[in-house]
């Protein structure tokens, strides 16, 4: 009789733990079952709470599932990526499941700011994601592991990036653009140079933009770096840059540019302000938004050359004031009297005036003659550059 009872408690444990067992199963496939990620989630959480770790066979699933549920909801926290660990560590998961588990660690961490460990994340993203693509079991998926160990590349060079290692993260960056071939990655180097270049860290700046500019995609890049170059006084380099890229691609404001570099240098090599005045015409008619403005440049720095110009300005308006207060004199003297109408006093007084005032218009003359001569050589340049852009 004591036998039989003891057989009979054997019996009812072994029937509990199967129905332990068909319990945790049945949590396990609801919560998978659920179309609302809310009750998923609150479901997977019941499974993990009750049944985890106690050798059930949906633990790595539950705890992978959980993760990222709470990684596409944006809890970003230490608990996700614990999930994210024990899936991983109960084994049986699928490549692609891995995979994707490995990233969201990565992601959480750059997104909280432990770079170090989003760089050793990433690096097992890649590593686990070139593993997988050679296997014949996931040719199919090629693409996306292709696509994976680009966007680890990308995590990797955000938290280079923010870290503040320009280089290193300009290398990542490649490497991931080298992968997907994605606009958006180089879209992203963008950024960054600009926030170095706009809080003037130009050394910093500059890497980048040669990145940029020798992708080939990004001609406006080549216009910053020479600027770039310019500002860190690099200015042979620059201005060669300029003229490769004027030489291949004439636009206005690539000759604005070069033309306002050489006004610059011509300050102290003034050999240099004919090659400016021929830029900054071509940009003239390159540009009909600031025509005005660089035609009126190009005029101001052609005329500085001639020492006299301003001189010769200034007594051609002396002339023409003594002229006009000696014609005004003589019309309110004499008026419309004739010379032989004139007293001899008012005759010597008339011719002295009229002396003067044909003596002056000589002057004023010659003056005129050799601003129009200059003036002649300016409008002889408009015209070449006019006919040289084509306009």
Same mark, same amino acid.
């Given at each position: 009789?004591?036998?039989?009872?003891?057989?009979?408690?054997?019996?009812?444990?072994?029937?509990?733990?199967?129905?332990?067992?068909?319990?945790?199963?049945?949590?396990?496939? =609801?919560?998978?079952? @659920?179309?609302? %990620?809310?009750? &998923? !989630?609150?479901? $997977?959480?019941?499974?993990?709470?009750? /049944?985890?770790?106690?050798?059930?066979?949906?633990?790595?699933?539950?705890?992978?599932?959980?993760?990222?549920?709470?990684?596409?909801?944006?809890?970003?926290?230490?608990?996700?990526?614990?999930?994210?660990?024990?899936?991983?560590?109960?084994?049986?998961?699928?490549?692609?499941?891995?995979?994707?588990?490995?990233?969201?660690?990565?992601?959480?961490?750059?997104?909280?700011?432990?770079?170090?460990?989003?760089?050793?994340?990433?690096?097992?993203?890649?590593?686990?994601?070139?593993?997988? =693509?050679?296997?014949? @079991?996931?040719? %199919?998926?090629? &693409? !996306?592991?292709? $696509?994976?160990?680009?966007?680890?590349? /990308?995590?990797?060079?955000?938290?280079?990036?923010?870290?503040?290692?320009?280089?290193?993260?300009?290398?990542?960056?490649?490497?991931?653009?080298?992968?997907?071939?994605?606009?958006?990655?180089?879209?992203?180097?963008?950024?960054?140079?600009?926030?170095?270049?706009?809080?003037?860290?130009?050394?910093?700046?500059?890497?980048?933009?040669?990145?940029?500019?020798?992708?080939?995609?990004?001609?406006?890049?080549?216009?910053?770096?020479?600027?770039?170059?310019?500002?860190?006084?690099?200015?042979?380099?620059?201005?060669?840059?300029?003229?490769?890229?004027?030489?291949?691609?004439?636009?206005?404001?690539?000759?604005?540019?070069?033309?306002?570099?050489?006004?610059?240098?011509?300050?102290?090599?003034?050999?240099?302000?004919?090659?400016?005045?021929?830029?900054?015409?071509?940009?003239?008619?390159?540009?009909?938004?600031?025509?005005?403005?660089?035609?009126?440049?190009?005029?101001?720095?052609?005329?500085?050359?001639?020492?006299?110009?301003?001189?010769?300005?200034?007594?051609?308006?002396?002339?023409?004031?003594?002229?006009?207060?000696?014609?005004?004199?003589?019309?309110?003297?004499?008026?419309?009297?004739?010379?032989?109408?004139?007293?001899?006093?008012?005759?010597?007084?008339?011719?002295?005036?009229?002396?003067?005032?044909?003596?002056?218009?000589?002057?004023?003359?010659?003056?005129?003659?050799?601003?129009?001569?200059?003036?002649?050589?300016?409008?002889?340049?408009?015209?070449?550059?006019?006919?040289?852009?084509?306009?």
């Amino acid at each position: 009789m004591k036998r039989i009872l003891l057989l009979t408690i054997c019996f009812s444990l072994f029937l509990g733990g199967t129905a332990f067992a068909q319990s945790a199963d049945e949590v396990y496939i =609801k919560a998978m079952q @659920a179309k609302d %990620a809310a009750e &998923k !989630t609150k479901l $997977l959480k019941e499974y993990v709470s009750l /049944y985890a770790g106690k050798g059930n066979k949906y633990d790595n699933y539950a705890y992978a599932y959980l993760c990222l549920l709470q990684y596409q909801a944006g809890q970003n926290t230490a608990d996700t990526i614990g999930l994210a660990e024990k899936a991983i560590a109960a084994g049986g998961l699928d490549d692609m499941m891995k995979g994707s588990l490995l990233y969201a660690v990565a992601d959480v961490n750059l997104k909280s700011n432990q770079f170090d460990k989003v760089k050793a994340a990433a690096q097992q993203v890649i590593q686990h994601a070139n593993a997988a =693509k050679v296997k014949e @079991a996931e040719a %199919a998926n090629a &693409k !996306t592991w292709t $696509l994976t160990i680009g966007r680890a590349h /990308y995590l990797t060079a955000q938290a280079l990036e923010k870290s503040g290692d320009v280089n290193g993260a300009l290398e990542a960056y490649n490497q991931a653009y080298t992968v997907t071939r994605d606009a958006a990655v180089l879209g992203e180097v963008r950024k960054m140079g600009k926030r170095h270049y706009d809080s003037g860290k130009f050394a910093q700046a500059e890497p980048v933009f040669r990145f940029l500019a020798g992708t080939g995609k990004d001609q406006e890049s080549l216009t910053i770096l020479a600027q770039i170059l310019r500002r860190q006084g690099k200015q042979a380099e620059a201005m060669q840059m300029f003229k490769d890229m004027y030489a291949k691609n004439k636009t206005g404001a690539m000759a604005y540019n070069i033309g306002i570099m050489l006004a610059n240098e011509a300050k102290t090599d003034p050999s240099l302000t004919g090659d400016a005045v021929d830029f900054l015409l071509d940009a003239s008619f390159l540009d009909p938004k600031r025509s005005k403005q660089c035609q009126d440049i190009a005029r101001m720095l052609f005329f500085q050359q001639d020492k006299e110009w301003n001189s010769r300005i200034k007594l051609a308006e002396e002339s023409q004031a003594l002229v006009k207060d000696w014609t005004d004199q003589i019309n309110k003297k004499f008026g419309e009297k004739s010379e032989e109408d004139l007293t001899p006093d008012e005759r010597r007084e008339f011719r002295k005036l009229k002396e003067l005032i044909d003596k002056e218009t000589i002057t004023l003359n010659n003056l005129s003659a050799q601003m129009k001569a200059g003036s002649g050589k300016f409008d002889a340049l408009v015209a070449a550059a006019k006919k040289r852009t084509g306009k």
